[in-house]
Nanobody, 124 residues
Framework: QVQLVESGGGLVQAGGSLRLSCSAS????????MAWFRQAPGKERELVAA???????YYADSVKDRFTISRDNTNKAVYLQMNNLKPEDTAVYYC??????????????????WGQGTQVTASS
């Protein structure tokens, strides 16, 4: 049914850039809220970035000056461009999707659909 597949993770030097990709299938992509979460070792999962079908975006304070979320509704893909990576960005990054309406991103903590995750490591 619904499937989200992440790619693009890897090992980069601090200060470098990386672009994560998420390919979606089994859903009407254009009406879904798409997001990226991450979970670092010893830390709780956090919402990194999100973009609604209408174009409204959210960024965590820790990444808003460095990361950019984008989506390609034609190809059913969502991306996370990560610039100036820092060691504290090291985490498993998960693509997520939801067909519900979230006026407040603070309530967006349990998406309906998740990808398997891709590891991002930024070395100092």
């Amino acid at each position: 049914q619904v499937q989200l597949v992440e790619s693009g993770g890897g090992l980069v030097q601090a200060g470098g850039s990386l672009r994560l990709s998420c390919s979606a299938s089994g859903l009407t992509f254009g009406i879904y809220l798409m997001a990226w979460f991450r979970q670092a070792p010893g830390k709780e999962r956090e919402l990194v970035a999100a973009k609604t079908s209408g174009g409204r975006v959210y960024y965590a304070d820790s990444v808003k000056d460095r990361f950019t979320i984008s989506r390609d509704n034609t190809n059913k893909a969502v991306y996370l461009q990560m610039n100036n990576l820092k060691p504290e960005d090291t985490a498993v990054y998960y693509c997520a999707a939801d067909d519900r309406d979230f006026a407040d991103f603070q309530t967006f903590r349990a998406p309906r659909y998740w990808g398997q995750g891709t590891q991002v490591t930024a070395s100092s």
